[in-house]
């Protein structure tokens, strides 16, 4: 899903996104100049997202007393896999506010 200027519904590219989300800084319109930036609600939802293999391994741990693994890749190789993800997806997912 193509996020939107919320002035003049000029599309954003994935790249301009993706630099917004990672630098913190706003993403400026080509066509009319409007500051647009990440809501709150998104980066809380990032954060989250983020911390999900590390809170469901804890509990996995908890219950099972060991840690979940995908075959026999190390615990560190599973969360850079998701993390890698959660990189080249997080524009597709974040709201724009004016």
């Not at 709150?40 to 954060?47: A, P």
């Not at 809170?55 to 996995?60: D, E, G, R, V």
């Amino acid at each position: 899903m193509k996020k939107k200027c919320k002035n003049c519904k000029t599309k954003f590219g994935w790249k301009k996104i993706f630099r917004a989300i990672w630098s913190k800084s706003k993403i400026i319109c080509n066509h009319c100049k409007t500051e647009n930036e990440i809501s709150l609600s998104s980066k809380i939802v990032f954060f989250l997202v983020g911390l999900a293999p590390v809170f469901a391994n804890f509990i996995f741990y908890v219950v099972n007393d060991y840690f979940f693994q995908i075959g026999k890749l190390p615990l560190t190789t599973t969360y850079m896999i998701w993390y890698w993800f959660l990189l080249l997806v997080s524009p597709y997912l974040v709201n724009l506010k004016k």
